[in-house]
């Protein structure tokens, strides 16, 4: 590992970076690409799912996409994880599992048990995810085993104990609520009901919820700057989409729930 670190360092060196700088410009700009991707899609619905419309050139296979798209995440952060100097610490090791094991779910058991055969995905949301994961996974992997510094006191922090916390419920709420989309449809359905029942009875996207809540947790666990660029990045990417959804169910439904909010309980 300490090998691996001093070749990536050296090459670093003589291409005049330094990782803390890498770090440092690619979680800004990550930050400034949420905002911007807020405005985007204030205006513009992301091609994928109900969304999906002509115009946007090739699509491939839905499944296929949600594969190409979400697999560089637990790639990319467990290759830059293992060039940490802590990557063998406890701390950093449960963290890189929190991390695939949303990851291993989303890339590979998400799109299996998705329900609804011939759906396409634009070829743009795809290759764009991609780039994106790739450099953000890389950022967590490293935030947590190079930038970061988690000495076993951290379990007993109180930003660790609500962050994991947080982690593990926004996880139950957007696993239960996908759950809850997969079964409206049967076998051989493709078309869209009204989910009912759960956090559904007080917003129309509570996986989207879940996801930003999970996110945020993992950026306060962490503490890191990369998990907060992560965590506004999720809120800036589906807040819009949560919005359009509520829309869409509208126009849809003319009986859908009045009091149903767009995405957070009570609030909006
Ligand atoms: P959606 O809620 O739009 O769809 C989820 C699945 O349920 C799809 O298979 C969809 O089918 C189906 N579905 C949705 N609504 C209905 C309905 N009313 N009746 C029947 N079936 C329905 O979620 P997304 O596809 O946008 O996202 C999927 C997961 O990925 C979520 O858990 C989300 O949190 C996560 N995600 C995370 C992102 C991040 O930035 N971290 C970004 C995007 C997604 P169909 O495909 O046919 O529409």
């Known amino acids: ?13 003589e291409l005049h970076v330094l990782p803390s700088e890498i770090y ?13 991707v807020f405005l985007l899609l204030l205006f513009i619905d992301a091609p994928y799912g109900r969304h999906l ?16 798209m979400e697999l560089p995440s637990p790639i ?16 950093p090791l449960f963290f ?4 695939q094991l949303h990851y291993v779910h989303r890339a590979v058991i998400y799109p299996l048990l998705a329900r609804g055969t011939g759906r396409r995905m634009a070829l743009f949301t795809v290759v764009a ?21 988690y000495p076993v006191s951290w379990l007993a922090d109180p930003r660790f104990l609500v962050g994991v ?14 759950a809850t989309l997969r079964g409206l449809r049967k076998p051989g359905d493709t078309g869209y009901h009204i989910p009912q029942g759960g956090l559904y009875r007080f917003v129309s996207s ?16 962490t503490w890191s700057m990369a998990g907060l660029a992560f965590a506004v990045f999720t809120l800036a990417n589906l807040a819009p989409r949560a919005r359009a959804n509520h829309r869409w169910y509208k126009e849809q439904f003319p009986d859908y729930p009045e009091d149903r909010r767009v995405l957070f309980p009570l609030l909006y």
Do not use: H
């Open 129 to 149: 995810a991609f780039i994106f994961n790739s450099l953000n996974g890389a950022m967590c992997g490293w935030a947590v085993s190079q930038v970061g510094s």
């Open 206 to 221: 509570p996986n989207y919820l879940g996801e930003i809540v999970e996110w945020f947790g993992f950026a306060l666990a």
């Open 165 to 178: 916390g947080l982690f593990v419920l926004g996880a139950w709420v957007n696993l239960s609520a996908d």
């Open 1 to 13: 590992m300490g090998q691996r670190l001093q070749d990536f360092n050296s090459i670093l060196n």
């Open 96 to 99: 890189l599992v929190l991390f």
């Open 53 to 68: 419309r002509s115009g946007w050139g090739p699509s491939v296979p839905s499944k296929l996409g949600w594969v190409l």
């Open 24 to 36: 440092e410009y690619v979680t800004r700009g990550i930050l400034g690409f949420a905002g911007a």
């Open 76 to 91: 990319f952060m467990a290759l830059a994880y293992g060039f940490g100097e802590n990557a063998k610490q406890i701390l």
